[in-house]
DNA sequence: CTGTATCCCTGTGGATACTG
DNA sequence: CAGTATCCACAGGGATACAG
C-alpha cells in the first residue's frame, strides 16, 4: 500500500521531461554521436544525418550551441568553412545516453514484442 | 583528425531518437514516477499531475500500456475502479531515468547559464 | 560551402463539454 | 469515477528556393 501521492512532488521540476534538455528531439542526440570523435564540418554533418535539410540542421546546432553543448567556429575565405565541435558539457551527455542505448539494446525487443501484440486486437 | 563519418552510422536506427520509446514525450517520465511505489488510481494520478486533462492522461496511460510498460485493471462495481501499475519493463526504465536526472543534477545549472549567457546578445 | 527565407503539414497536447 | 467526444492552438519539422 503505497503513501498517497505528494499533489506537489514535481513542483520544482521543469514543465517538461526529466530528461536532459533538447536531447529528446530528432536530431540532438544523433548530432552528438557525429561529433563524438572530433570537429565537423556543417556538409559533412549531411551525410548521416540525411536527409535532414540545412534550416533543421541549422536549427539543431544552434540550439545546442546556445545550452553550451557545441561550439562553433567560422575559418574565413572562400569557399566559406565552418566547424562544430563538442564542448566538455556536450560530451558529458553521453553518460545519460548510453544508459538509453543500453536500455534500448537489452529491452527494445521486448517493447516492440508488446507492442506488436496490442496491435492483434 | 577524425575518420570520415559513415554515411550509414544511423541506418539501424529507428527514425527517432535513440531514447526510449516515448520516455521524451511531456507525461510519461512522470508517470513512471507516480506509479514507482505501486498501483494508482487514475483520479490519484490526475493530482500531482495537474493540470493534465483526462484526454491526455488516457492518451499516455494507453501507450504506455501498448508498449508494456503499464498495466490497467478495471474493478466492477459502482462507482467504478482502476488501477494502474508498472510491470518489469516499465520499472527497468528507471536505469535510463535515473541517469538522466543525475546529469540534470550535475549540470543543469551549467546548460541554464550557458543559455543565459547566450541571451545576452 | 553554409546557410536564410517562405510556406506548409502534422502531431502533440490542451479546453471544454458530456457519458456509462 | 473514469473516461469520450469535439474542436483547436502551437511548435517541430520539412520542401523548396535563394543568398553571401
Chains 1, 2 share one sequence.
Not at 536527409?51 to 540542421?57: D, E, F, H, M
Request: hydrophobic fraction near 40%; include cysteine; glycine fraction near 6%.
Amino acid at each position: 500500500m503505497p503513501e498517497p501521492l505528494d499533489p506537489d512532488m514535481f513542483a520544482g521540476c521543469a514543465d517538461h521531461t526529466p530528461l536532459p534538455v533538447r536531447v529528446g528531439d530528432k536530431w540532438t542526440a544523433k548530432i552528438l554521436v557525429c561529433l563524438r570523435d572530433g570537429p565537423r564540418r556543417f556538409s559533412e554533418l549531411q551525410v548521416p544525418l540525411a536527409p535532414v535539410t540545412p534550416k533543421v540542421l541549422t536549427e539543431s546546432l544552434r540550439a545546442m550551441e546556445r545550452d553550451g553543448l557545441v561550439t562553433r567556429t567560422a575559418y574565413p575565405g572562400i569557399p566559406q568553412r565552418v566547424e562544430y565541435s563538442l564542448t566538455d558539457l556536450g560530451h558529458s551527455l553521453f553518460a545519460p545516453l548510453a544508459a538509453s542505448c543500453a536500455w534500448n539494446a537489452a529491452h527494445g525487443a521486448e517493447l516492440r514484442k508488446a507492442r506488436d501484440a496490442y496491435a492483434e486486437r
